[in-house]
């Protein structure tokens, strides 16, 4: 689950993280007020959209006067903001962060994530603030610091060392540092998370270390023990047909393409994505309704995939296992009545009692099409759509 | 012969009481698998059938001789069970739970690495190896006896490939699946290892999925170290960047985890790609046509 930089930042502050004075607005006003209230300008004005590139979109400003802020904070609240990470749709920004400027010496990277390969926690690190990470290890790799942390035994002065003399930092400036990154990383642990990030970590003239940028991801696996996180979920971010299918139980992500498929597993369900695109047509989502769905899953299935308006034919595609064949074709055709399918709908079944599953569907009455394989299965949908 | 589970592996069902480990502990009993035990704390003293019940891990191993748990228990406490199992010094331990938090994982993964146990998952749909024993969830009908050794990250899918190898005749030495989530105990290169000095296993069934590079990693090992066959698939060409597709490892992030690399990682290594999930299992008959005993 992501949340917004202003969530994060008060993570930070909770954890004792030196993080630039400001607040969260959600209006002209709010924004003014806040700014008055800092005391001092500039003010940085930051558009909250849980995206990355936001000053590339003109949605990261520097404001001099209450004059100024006035109008930034009109032109960027509400505006559709479009950076290189939210795709072409762009995303509409609902609130803005109004903080303190800085005098910046220098700019820093700095984050903590999990490692799949050796399970351990790795703090990465960079004197190339303010650039993709991505970017750097594409570039010049060997100008990432990355310290691995045992999770059993946890951080250790010496790790902090390591990551600090890396960024070549002044003794006085190091010292905070360490402090800090001890923090940040009880912060990481204690909190679930499975991303913090500072980009960028400055270093102020004044030699203080502040946190211009804060992003954190938790894990969704951790949020029955984070219940006060659970409540940062910001729907506005996400698709709304994923937030319905989300009530239900449903694996479904949105996408670009026209044939609807629901599919029980992530991976069965992938690859038949991939088979769709194979025969030359383009999936119009991911749905996994789970090992063992049931007709309930699948009516609400189909609900959530017929209302994205793109979809012009749906591709069943089950292996039934524990589920049996015949329980599901039974969901499929009770679903299909309370429903009412405007589009053709494609069946393929394999797996236990999948004699009885198809005859089911045949004596349905229904306008099911049913394929004998997979292959069958994604050339019929590609026929369908392609008219 | 076979890998990691054969006819003499005792089992004990962690979570025996709950409804999914009642449920399928009575598949697997029918299925021939010797299931000797269950766990639940508290309720110590009662049966599931013919299954004793006992409150602790310790006491199941000392009065059974148990030595392979299947963990059902809800993800809060799965970690936990994980480390009670490893303590007992049961040398197989397979978790079904899926949605047990990474933090939790990589303090069971370091644990584990100063205990003689092997873990398969968590997130899995268990190991099975045909008419002897099978540990998980996988429906058993779709198996036979045979000489494939079958490995994947995902469930329903390895149904799927299993089924398909069946229908050709193509029967299975073992068949593992070992999880969708980003850390995990047994990997790939555990398995292939495995295939390779099974004498009963002469071609190698490898599932893939995008997200992490452990296919990446056992591309490298099959290259150096593996003689037999090896079949190769991989699931999420067209998978969209950054999105979790259902797994919580099947994520590509950046330029890593793509299908694409992996796809490419298993060329390198001379493993025989499947690009079309419809047919392979005559593409596993045709690669393993030489094989057959």
């Not at chain 1, 930051?46 to 590339?56: P, V």
């Not at chain 1, 679930?192 to 030699?207: F, H, R, W």
């Not at chain 1, 194979?278 to 189909?302: I, Q, S, T």
Request: proline share 4%; aromatic share 4%.
């Amino acid at each position: 689950m992501k949340i917004h930089e202003y969530q994060a930042k008060e993570l930070f502050r909770n954890a004792h993280i030196p993080v630039p004075a400001g607040e969260v607005a959600f209006s002209v006003d709010e924004a003014c007020t806040t700014a008055e209230n800092l005391n001092s300008y500039p003010v940085v004005i930051k558009a909250q959209i849980h995206a990355g590139g936001r000053g590339k979109g003109g949605g990261v400003k520097l404001a001099n006067s209450r004059e100024e802020v006035k109008n930034i904070a009109s032109h960027i609240l509400n505006m559709n903001l479009v950076t290189p990470q939210t795709g072409p749709e762009g995303k509409l920004v609902k609130k803005i962060l109004v903080e303190e400027g800085l005098n910046i010496a220098r700019e820093l990277y700095l984050s903590i994530l999990p490692d799949r390969a050796t399970a351990s926690i790795v703090i990465m690190a960079s004197q190339a603030g303010g650039m993709d990470i991505e970017e750097v290890a594409a570039k010049s790799p060997q100008k990432i610091i990355r310290v691995s942390v045992n999770p059993l035994v946890g951080i250790e002065p010496y790790h902090c060392r390591e990551v600090a003399f890396g960024l070549d930092l002044s003794p006085e400036v190091s010292k905070q540092f360490c402090s800090m990154l001890i923090k940040l990383y009880r912060l990481f642990v204690a909190r679930d998370c499975s991303l913090v990030e500072i980009n960028p970590l400055v270093v102020t003239e004044e030699n203080a270390i502040i946190a211009l940028d804060a992003k954190i991801d938790i894990d969704s696996n951790g949020l029955y023990r984070q219940k006060d996180l659970e409540d940062w979920r910001d729907t506005d971010e996400e698709d709304p047909l994923e937030v319905e299918a989300s009530r239900f139980n449903l694996n479904y992500i949105n996408l670009a393409g026209n044939v609807g498929n629901m599919v029980n597993g992530a991976g069965l369900a992938m690859a038949t994505m991939d088979i769709i695109q194979k025969a030359g047509a383009e999936p119009a989502n991911f749905l996994d309704v789970g090992g063992g769905a049931n007709a309930e899953m699948v009516e609400n299935g189909f609900r959530i995939i017929l209302a994205d308006k793109n979809v012009k034919a749906i591709l069943i595609n089950i292996f039934g296992g524990i589920l049996r064949c015949d329980v599901l074709a039974e969901g499929v055709v009770q679903a299909a009545r309370k429903t009412s399918i405007p589009v053709p709908v494609v069946i393929r079944m394999e797996g236990t009692n999948v004699e009885q599953g198809r005859k089911i569907l045949a004596e349905s009455g229904l306008n099911l099409i049913t394929a004998v394989d997979l292959n069958d299965a994604a050339n019929r949908i590609a026929e369908i759509v392609k008219g | 012969m076979s890998i990691f589970v054969d006819k003499n592996t005792r089992v004990l069902v962690q979570g025996i009481t709950g409804r999914e480990g009642q449920f399928h502990a009575r598949q697997c009993i029918e299925y021939g698998t010797n299931v000797v035990a269950g766990v639940t704390p508290g309720k110590g003293g009662l049966t599931m059938d013919d299954v004793p019940v006992f409150n602790t891990v310790r006491e199941a191993v000392n009065k059974t001789g148990a030595n392979c748990s299947m963990i059902f228990v809800p993800p809060a406490f799965a970690a936990d069970a994980i480390m009670e199992a490893a303590d007992a010094d049961i040398n197989l331990i397979i978790s079904i739970t899926e949605g047990i938090p990474v933090m939790d994982m990589l303090r069971v993964k370091h644990f584990l690495a100063s205990k003689s146990s092997r873990l398969i998952g968590p997130n899995c749909p268990g190991i099975i190896t045909p008419g002897q024993c099978k540990v998980g969830i996988m429906p058993g009908p779709i198996h036979l006896e045979g000489n494939v050794g079958v490995v994947s990250r995902s469930g329903t899918l390895t149904y799927e490939v299993v089924d398909q190898l069946t229908k050709q005749g193509l029967g299975q030495s073992t068949c593992i699946g070992i999880g969708g989530d980003p850390v995990n105990g047994t990997d790939f290169i555990d398995c292939l290892a495995a295939f390779e000095d099974d004498p009963a296993t002469k071609g190698i069934v490898m599932i893939g999925e995008i997200g992490g590079s452990a296919e990446e990693e056992a591309c490298t090992f099959i290259a150096e170290h593996v003689s037999k066959p090896v079949v190769g698939f991989v699931a999420g060409l067209t998978a969209p960047p950054g999105r979790r597709m259902g797994h919580a490892g099947a994520i590509v992030s950046g330029d890593s985890g793509t299908a694409q690399a992996k796809i490419d990682a298993m060329r390198r290594a001379d493993v025989h790609i499947c690009a079309d999930l419809g047919t392979l299992g005559k593409f596993c008959s045709r690669v393993f046509a030489g094989n057959k005993d």
